[in-house]
């Protein structure tokens, strides 16, 4: 729900965050290159509202958790939040499918780990995500210190879900 009490219009977040990361400036740093939200599992599913099938935690994909997690908040938060959410979830994934290629040395043999792998792994990906591919690439355009300062809020908050969710036995260890 927004901060008016009305629901939150997914579609035109989805649109706006999709044309944002994979029609802006650093769309050559990504690992997938859909043309259209729909081509992305996780936001054909937002738009469409989708029930996934029921299956055991342990056998769901990375694509999966992700678009799971979404549904669980986007009823609880506003448009802004939400909407870095999104873009937090995309990036992780893209990172995350970036990080399982690196040494793939031909395009042709390269693939897409999330959706075929689990998210148990996922913790461990943190520091990469925030440290390397986000720092890299300027943040992919999220200039506002706020916001970035906010995403590390999510990954803990992302990284506690998938372990109390039991999508993930690893639990996200924070340095003192």
Not at 3 to 23: A, D
Request: proline share 3%; glycine share 2%.
């Amino acid at each position: 729900m927004s901060e008016e009490g009305t629901l939150l219009n997914i579609k035109n977040i989805v649109e706006n965050v999709f044309n944002f990361i994979y029609k802006g400036n650093y769309a050559d740093k990504l690992f997938s290159k859909p043309e259209k939200c729909e081509d992305n599992f996780i936001l054909n599913n937002l738009i469409n509202d989708e029930k996934l099938p029921l299956k055991p935690k342990n056998e769901k994909t990375c694509d999966e958790a992700f678009y799971e997690y979404l549904s669980t908040f986007k009823s609880k938060t506003n448009e802004k939040y939400f909407t870095l959410l999104l873009k937090f979830i995309l990036l992780f994934r893209e990172c995350y499918d970036v990080h399982k290629n690196k040494n793939v040395l031909k395009e042709e043999d390269k693939q897409q780990y999330t959706n075929k792998f689990t998210p148990e792994e996922l913790p461990e990906l943190c520091n990469e995500f925030y440290g390397n591919f986000l720092d890299e690439n300027n943040f992919f355009g999220i200039n506002d210190q706020d916001d970035r300062n906010e995403i590390i809020d999510i990954i803990q908050h992302f990284c506690m879900w998938l372990y109390k969710n039991d999508f993930t036995k690893s639990k996200l260890t924070l340095a003192g």
